[in-house]
């Protein structure tokens, strides 16, 4: 049997939960290296005499370094491989973060900041890149979506960890809660050991002998090339490749899509207790908000996880868009209304973001070819990150000069841009093999697929 069956219709092994672990790890450090500065920020600034405009270069240092990392990471990775750049960002987590422990100044902790963020920023396509080519395609979706999970995971983490070191590590308390990125670094590092190089990208090299032993190794003998879905000969795509022809419209379509999605979620993310105050709820109505609000981003990216497949892709993004903007454009319209329905509206956004939130990771992944699905990610994941930035710098500025109800209709706003634009551009690679998802003559943006396979998967 296993001479005919491709090596996306196989089930899961253990080899896929593991890769799925060492993958997901970069997501968790992600979550947790953003999170982990605004727990100890209240201890760092009067250690090292910071000013405000240092507190706020710090506390953005990480994002900053995630838009040069995605970049960085995704050529490296298409270039080199995906077996060598997986071991780069664990390595600066371990090494920016222990040395976070002895800084002395607010420049040298920028700097470590904004390497521990480009180390971030590199993780984002290689580990996907990796995931998403060994993955079968039935597992593709909810494995890849599983990351998003595991970001709030991580940022969970942080707050519990951050909290109890402040409480009781003593005066240099901070300093070991930033330096307790390096454990997870470490952590990361050891598990990643021993991964193969990825089989499609030895393939886009001409490097069949090495891909067909690997195959062999993590399948079993049975398995060879044969039963990796064909593969179109390698044109020797260019970054450049993104901006042309079709790959020019899908990569706007990634970048537009995934800047509209996080854009308002890190900005009502950062602000929650300030956004709540603003719409009038204070006291334990404020801080039982922030906690529900939390609880229901990690619900709705886990019901969008069960609904990637069975819904599909195209879909599960429209109806996100759809319903997330509404609650935003209520929150506007009824910003002085009864506090019941101020938390409604704001948990009604948190879950309903969920499908949008998961899918940044699986389209990009889906539908680039092995030789640019890296440099798409990076890209992606950089500019996903201005977006991030621009929104949890303007929030505060937003509230003071227009107020809460103009601020949620900006929100609103930027989240029917995503929904027009996913409209028109959104493709559906639900139960297609990878190949088939990538290539250009199967563009369906308006034709969602049910049950149907390309002639590679029959």
């Known amino acids: ?38 727990i100890a920020m209240t201890k760092v600034s009067p250690a090292l005499g910071l000013s405000p405009f240092w507190e706020g270069l710090i506390a953005a240092s990480a994002l900053i370094g995630i838009f040069f990392g995605g970049f960085l990471g995704g050529a490296l990775t298409d ?52 995931l998403v080519e060994f993955m079968p395609k039935k597992s593709r979706g909810p494995c890849l979506a599983t990351l998003t999970i595991l970001w709030f995971a991580g940022a969970a983490t942080a707050y519990l ?40 990208w030895l393939i886009s090299k001409g490097r069949h002998k090495e891909a067909e032993a690997i195959i062999r190794r993590v399948f079993g003998s049975g398995f060879s090339l044969k039963n990796l879905p064909e593969q179109a000969e390698s044109k020797n795509l260019s970054f450049a490749s993104l901006l042309h022809s079709g790959y020019g419209k899908r990569m706007a379509f990634v970048t537009i899509f995934w800047m509209c999605s996080v854009t308002p979620v890190f900005a009502v993310y950062a602000f929650a207790p300030k956004v709540l105050e603003a719409l009038h709820l204070s006291g334990d109505w404020a801080s039982y908000g922030s906690i529900a609000i939390t609880l229901l981003f990690v619900v709705g990216c886990i019901i969008a996880t069960r609904l990637v497949n069975t819904l599909g892709r195209r879909k599960l993004l429209l109806h996100s868009f759809l319903w997330s903007g509404l609650a935003l454009l209520l929150l506007g319209a009824l910003r002085d209304g009864p506090s019941m329905i101020i938390l409604l509206m704001f948990g009604a956004y948190a879950l309903f973001i969920g499908g949008a939130q998961v899918l940044q990771l699986v389209y990009p992944n889906e539908i680039f070819p092995t030789e640019i699905r890296a440099g798409a990610v ?32 900006i929100a609103a706003g930027i989240t029917f841009i995503g929904l027009i634009v996913s409209w028109f551009l959104a493709p559906e690679t639900a139960a297609r093999d990878l190949n088939d998802a990538a290539s250009l003559d199967s563009d369906v943006s308006q034709q969602p697929i049910s049950g149907t396979f390309s002639k590679h998967s029959r």
């Open 378 to 409: 990076g890209v992606g994941t950089s500019m996903s990150r201005i977006g991030a930035a621009v929104g949890t710098y303007l929030v505060p500025i937003s509230l003071q000069s227009m107020g809460i109800g103009s601020t949620m209709y």
């Open 161 to 200: 960890v951050g909290d109890a070191i402040l409480n009781f590590g003593g005066a240099d308390a901070w300093r070991y809660t930033l330096a307790s990125t390096a454990v997870i670094g470490a952590l990361l590092f050891l598990v990643r050991l021993g991964t193969p190089e990825s089989p499609r």
């Open 79 to 130: 270039r080199l491989g995906r077996r060598m750049i997986y071991f780069v960002g664990p390595t600066l987590f371990i090494v920016c973060s222990i040395a976070q422990f002895w800084v002395q100044s607010g420049e040298v902790l920028f700097a470590l900041r904004f390497l521990n963020g480009v180390a971030v920023g590199i993780e984002y396509p290689v580990a996907t890149a990796f």
């Open 1 to 38: 049997m296993s001479n005919n069956i491709s090596v996306e219709d196989v089930p899961l092994n253990r080899f896929h939960r593991l890769l799925t672990v060492r993958s997901g790890g970069g997501s968790f450090v992600d979550g947790y290296v953003l999170s982990i500065i605004g």
